[in-house]
C-alpha cells in the first residue's frame, strides 16, 4: 500500500515537474510553408500557446496557394469569373499589398502568382523559362487588374489565369496578430520567429535591448554578418540565399523582379527591414530588394507617412557590406 503510494506520489511530481516546464517552453510548428517558433519566456501557457497557433493555423487556411480550398485558391480559381467574398484577414492584408504595390510602381506584386508558379522555385519543376513560357505568363501579372471591395468584402481578379500570391507579406502580416494576442493576454515578453520573419516583444527583464542578428548571406549557417540592438520591433530580411536554384553555374533566387520577369538583381545580397509593423517589413524587406538602395531610400518617407510607421533598412551588398541606417549611400 505505501509502495503504490509512493508510485503515485512520484508519478504527481514528474507530471507536474514537466507540466510547469511545458508552461515556460518555446513552441514551434510547421505553418506558412516554414517553421514558426513563438517564445513567450515565463507567461507562456498551453492556452496562450494553443491560441497563437490556433490563429496562425487560421491564417495559413485563408492565405495559402497550396491548400484547394483556401480563401486564395478561390479567389484564383474564380479568376476572370467573378469576385469572391473573403474575410477580413484578406480585406487587410490585400489592402496593404495593393497600396505597397502603388508606391513601388509594382515592385511589390501580389498578382505575381502566375510567374512564382513559373518559375517554381522550391518546387521540383523549378527552371529558367523560355521566352515562350515568359510572354504566356506577362500579361496576367498587372497589380491593377486586382479589384478589391472592401465595403462589400469581396476581390476580383479581371483576367482568367490571374493568381494571387501573399508570400511576400503574410507572415509579416501573421506576427502582428500574433502581438496582438500577448497584449490580450498581458504577455509581458515574447520572441516571434516565423521563418526568419522576427518580432522581438516587450522587454527583457534586466532592461537590456534585445539582440536580433543579420545572417550573413555568403554563409547563412555562420556568425551574423551583424547584431542589432533594439527595442520592441520587427525584424524581416528578404536575401538570395533564402530560397533559390542553380542552373548552368547561376543562381536563381525567389525575389522576382516584375518589371524584368526575373530575380532581381540590383547588386544586393540582402535587405533586411525594421519596424513596428511586422507587415510593413515584410512588403517592404521584398520591395526594397527588387528597388534597390537609392530607390528606397527615396521612398522612405513618403512609406512612412502611408503606413503611419517608422522604417529603417540595412541591406548587404554583393561584396558583403552592411549598408546600415546611418550611412545609407556609401561611396561607389
Ligand atoms: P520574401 O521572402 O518576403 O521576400 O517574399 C518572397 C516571396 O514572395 C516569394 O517566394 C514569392 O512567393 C513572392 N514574391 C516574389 N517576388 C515578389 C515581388 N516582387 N512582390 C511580391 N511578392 C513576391
Ligand atoms: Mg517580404
Known sequence: MKKNFCFVLFCFLVLSFFSCRRKASVHSELLMDTVCTVNLFDDGTDEIYSRIFRRLQEIENEFSVTKKDSVVSKINSAAGKNPVPVPPDVVRVTDFALRAASLTDGSFNIALGPLVDLWGINTGRAHVPDGAELDGVKDLIDWRDVVLDGENGTVFLKKSGMKLNYGGIVKGFAADEIVKILKECDVKKAVIDLGGNIYVYGSKDNGEPWKVGLKNPMNPASEPIEVL??????????????????QGGRRYHHIL??????????????????????????LLSTATFVMGITASYALKPVIEDEFGC???????????NVISPEFPLLPE
Open 229 to 246: 540592438s533594439m527595442g520592441e520591433g520587427s525584424v524581416v530580411t528578404s536575401g538570395v540565399y533564402e530560397r533559390f536554384f542553380e
Open 257 to 282: 523582379d516584375p518589371k524584368t520577369l526575373f530575380p532581381a538583381e540590383n547588386n544586393l545580397l540582402s535587405s533586411t527591414v525594421v519596424s513596428s509593423s511586422s507587415m510593413v517589413c515584410d
Open 310 to 320: 517608422e522604417v529603417w533598412f540595412y541591406f548587404v551588398d554583393e561584396s558583403c
